[in-house]
């Protein structure tokens, strides 16, 4: 066995503090401007939902987010016709 997989956080556990609890991610904080479309801002405010989510969670969000970004682009070049 190598010591990587001995050390505390290995098989996908997350590690621990001195005292045995675990440590957990923090959220980033980030914070964005309103770009004035409603479609985008929308997509761009899910992001949000990741900060409260475990990280192998994540592409979900992500999936969504650009799914949402793809329709608001597709519905400005509709909007041009």
Do not use: F, K
Request: zero cysteines; glycine letters at 8%; hydrophobic letters at 40%.
């Amino acid at each position: 066995m190598s010591e990587a997989a001995a050390e505390p956080g290995a098989y996908g556990e997350p590690p621990a503090a001195a005292d045995d609890t675990p440590i957990r991610p923090e959220p980033l904080g980030v914070t964005v401007a309103p770009t004035g479309n409603a479609d985008v801002d929308a997509a761009i405010g899910r992001l949000a939902d990741a900060d409260e989510m475990p990280t192998q969670s994540h592409i979900e969000v992500y999936e969504d987010v650009h799914s949402g970004l793809r329709d608001a682009l597709a519905a400005l070049d509709e909007n041009r016709s």
